[in-house]
């Protein structure tokens, strides 16, 4: 089951930190569809929070069509972010783990990682004919 955190330094709204975190275990294959999400009473109760700030990402994650509520059972993982599959998610999260193990090891930084990383993805945009959006300045 998922465990909330909340960065309180990060500006970001508890609740919307609580949805990207969501977002992220899905894409990630960590959630699929039919698992349960905690209750609202445990996420406020481990973080802290007003019910209210759980229930407002709660409601937004099933506005995304990413969950659903189900009266009286909870709330549950509806779709997928990723079109791949989650045994195909885990090769590939296996095999980036152990790259980004093998660049460790090598001396790199995580600011050199994440240099590898941004370099790879517009190298391969660029093979396939995708524009790629400048992310840092909204191009």
Known sequence: MIQFRLDTGSGVPPYLQIVRQV??????GLLQA??????VKEVATSLAVN???VLKAYRELDHRGLTTGKVGSGTFIQS?????SPGQLKL???GLHNWVQGARAAGL???DIDAFV???KKDNAEQHGEVRRDESSGR
């Open 109 to 111: 930084t995580d600011a």
């Open 51 to 53: 019910p209210n700030t």
């Open 80 to 84: 997928s972010l990723s079109p791949v």
């Open 23 to 28: 977002e992220h275990a899905v894409r990630l």
């Open 118 to 120: 941004e370099e790879a």
């Open 34 to 39: 039919g698992d349960r999400l905690p209750t």
């Open 92 to 94: 590939l999260r296996r």
